[in-house]
């Protein structure tokens, strides 16, 4: 394969219509997913000439981690509607590419499995774990033990889900549960036996007061995308803000994250590092983002694609497309590292286009 979009081709084809339809679906009418790719599509890189070096460094610092490129993969469930090895073989693959395992709370392996199977490949391989909040104080704690015993270094909680989006693609299909024989593992084991995943807008900063203070590990706020709200994970002592409209599954309304974040950025004034997800497709999309203000982007659905077209392989293909996507976007844009990605470098595209 030689780019993410011919992945998705043959995953389209191979893939259940109904198991394709809720990786692809977003919310409503879908805008805020178009809008994700969209927004890159109308931004451009200026070329620098004559950088003077032959070589680049890609790796960058995150929380509790370092990666080999500024490019993670972002929480998304039920890997085993895709492929029979599920988050196994996104595990083993994440873990090759030397970068940061996002593993979802809704996953369909158990997060201790999935590291286990993490280093097999590299005994160094890192993941985190994203979590919901529940309004059982006692399954979240929980679920956080759970997390650090499988030795994740930091956790993401998302706080764009007070309820379930719309997915107007699933009611059409009926797809309510997962096929029999498969569960949302992390789910297993809790107080009063196994469970779906609670969405409450009771939730407040308070239950996030309340699990910074009950946890070691960096804390990440993942779904923000209003710049007040960036100020108060700030000063709520959050350790890092993920950009990102939930990959439009969420408010149909919500702006792309590249458009917000810049101002993101500001406000947060480099006491954290800015994170980004959604719309990401192509190496000069990293770099845009980067160039930005972000410290490093993630990836889902792209993911998802290489898992139902070629498993633990497809994975893989995904990560050093992007790599080496990037790495060229990087040399032509003058870089030797990610610092060299300035925000100068981004125009808007058309005759009217000018500095972003």
């Known amino acids: 394969?030689?780019?993410?979009?011919?992945?998705?081709?043959?995953?389209?084809?191979?893939?259940?219509?109904?198991?394709?339809?809720?990786?692809?679906?977003?919310?409503?009418?879908?805008?805020?997913?178009?809008?994700?790719?969209?927004?890159?599509?109308?931004?451009?890189?200026?070329?620098?000439?004559?950088?003077?070096?032959?070589?680049?460094?890609?790796?960058?610092?995150?929380p509790g981690a370092e990666a080999s490129m500024p490019v993670f993969v972002s929480p998304t469930a039920f890997h085993r509607l895709a492929h029979p090895d599920g988050e196994l073989a996104t595990a083993r693959a994440v873990a090759a590419a030397g970068t940061v395992l996002i593993a979802s709370m809704a996953a369909t392996v158990a997060i201790g499995d999935m590291a286990a199977a993490a280093r097999e490949v590299d005994p160094g391989a890192t993941l985190w774990f994203q979590l919901y909040l529940q309004t059982d104080r006692?399954?979240?704690?929980?679920?956080?033990?759970?997390?650090?015993?499988?030795?994740?270094?930091?956790?993401?909680?998302?706080?764009?889900?007070?309820?379930?989006?719309?997915?107007?693609?699933?009611?059409?299909?009926?797809?309510?549960?997962?096929?029999?024989?498969?569960?949302?593992?992390?789910?297993?084991?809790?107080?009063?036996?196994?469970?779906?995943?609670?969405?409450s807008p009771a939730l407040s900063w308070a239950d996030l007061d309340r699990l910074r203070e009950s946890t070691s590990l960096p804390v990440l706020l993942k779904g923000v995308l209003h710049p007040e709200d960036a100020h108060l994970a700030v000063e709520h002592?959050?350790?890092?803000?993920?950009?990102?409209?939930?990959?439009?599954?969420?408010?149909?309304?919500?702006?792309?994250?590249?458009?917000?974040?810049?101002r993101i950025v500001e406000v947060v004034g480099g006491r954290v590092p800015v994170l980004l997800d959604g719309g990401v497709r192509r190496g000069t999309d990293v770099a845009i983002a980067l160039a930005l203000g972000a410290t490093a982007v993630g990836i889902g659905r792209p993911v998802l694609w290489g898992l139902a077209a070629a498993g633990e392989s497809g994975v893989r293909q995904v990560l050093e497309l992007l790599r080496e996507e990037?790495?060229?976007?990087?040399?032509?844009?003058?870089?030797?590292?990610l610092a060299d990605l300035t925000r100068d470098l981004v125009t808007v595209r058309g005759p009217e286009g000018g500095k972003w």
């Open 237 to 262: 002592g959050m350790d890092g803000i993920l950009v990102s409209n939930h990959g439009g599954r969420q408010l149909d309304a919500a702006p792309a994250p590249v458009d917000v974040l810049p």
């Open 138 to 199: 006692e399954v979240t704690d929980l679920l956080v033990r759970r997390a650090a015993d499988a030795g994740c270094s930091a956790l993401v909680v998302t706080v764009d889900s007070p309820v379930f989006g719309r997915h107007e693609r699933d009611r059409r299909h009926g797809f309510t549960d997962l096929p029999d024989g498969l569960f949302a593992e992390n789910m297993r084991d809790l107080p009063g036996g196994p469970r779906n995943i609670e969405m």
């Open 1 to 62: 394969m030689t780019s993410l979009a011919e992945l998705h081709d043959v995953a389209r084809q191979r893939l259940a219509p109904e198991h394709y339809d809720y990786f692809a679906g977003g919310a409503g009418d879908e805008v805020a997913l178009a809008d994700n790719e969209r927004s890159f599509r109308r931004l451009a890189l200026l070329p620098r000439i004559l950088p003077g070096s032959a070589t680049r460094d890609l790796a960058v610092r995150l």
């Open 326 to 337: 990037f790495d060229d976007a990087l040399a032509l844009c003058g870089g030797r590292r």
